[in-house]
T-cell receptor, first 110, second 115 residues
Framework: ELKVEQNPLFLSMQEGKNYTIYCNYS?????LYWYRQDPGKSLESLFV?????AVKQEGRLMASLDTKARLSTLHITAAVHDLSATYFC??????????FGTGTSLTVIP | EPEVTQTPSHQVTQMGQEVILRCVPI?????FYWYRQILGQKVEFLVS????????KSEIFDDQFSVERPDGSNFTLKIRSTKLEDSAMYFC?????????????FGPGTRLLVL
């Protein structure tokens, strides 16, 4: 079974600081997704990374994919309180089957 | 902006009963998905559906589960005989077909509680 691990599981950071969330997966895949989930809410798609070396940025978030290392990162720049949420990565095993990571619960402290 | 809708928002049922969860995907989307999330845990893939048939399913999606697209708009998940461990939030998602259309749009979810 494909395993997807995120770390850290919990992250508390001060406003204005930078940090990176890591997503490792155990089998070959060229497709990696990042989602945001606010408490009690649904999932919001943040990024879709489709090839080795892909980098995408939206506001204070930047995601990258290294398929050879089976690693994706979600980098947070100058965090603000509004970024507090749980972030999930998900890997497409191929043929429309998806495996989610454990999630990283981010709290940004003023 | 079009969005995925799900009904009901909450469902309470007795163990052993059948439940049907309903989803209306975005109208021009062709791929449909069901996921579940047990409280406080990660999201788990159940099934993907394309061209009126199951595309992929996970180990969770056993004979107790079925999906159907009964008309041009609805996409349903049926659990035949619910168990306590089926209590979870169930999310439906859809996406368009084609390169560059991999983004999945999630519905608000149905919270299922099995007593």
């Amino acid at each position: 079974e494909l395993k997807v691990e995120q770390n850290p599981l919990f992250l508390s950071m001060q406003e204005g600081k930078n940090y990176t969330i890591y997503c490792n997966y155990s089998t070959t895949s060229d497709r990696l997704y990042w989602y945001r989930q606010d408490p009690g809410k649904s999932l919001e798609s943040l990024f879709v990374l489709l090839s080795n070396g892909a980098v995408k940025q939206e506001g204070r978030l930047m995601a990258s994919l290294d398929t050879k290392a089976r690693l994706s990162t979600l980098h947070i720049t100058a965090a603000v309180h509004d970024l507090s949420a749980t972030y999930f990565c998900a890997v497409d095993k191929g043929g429309n089957q998806f495996y989610f990571g454990t999630g990283t619960s981010l709290t940004v402290i003023p | 902006e079009p969005e995925v809708t799900q009904t009901p928002s909450h469902q309470v049922t007795q163990m052993g009963q059948e439940v049907i969860l309903r989803c209306v995907p975005i109208s021009n989307h062709l791929y449909f998905y069901w996921y579940r999330q047990i409280l406080g845990q990660k999201v788990e893939f159940l099934v993907s559906f394309y061209n009126n048939e199951i595309s992929e399913k996970s180990e969770i999606f056993d004979d107790q589960f079925s999906v159907e697209r009964p008309d041009g708009s609805n996409f349903t998940l049926k659990i035949r005989s619910t168990k306590l461990e089926d209590s979870a939030m169930y999310f439906c998602a859809s996406r368009r077909q084609g390169l560059g259309q991999e983004t999945q749009y999630f519905g608000p979810g149905t919270r299922l509680l099995v007593l």
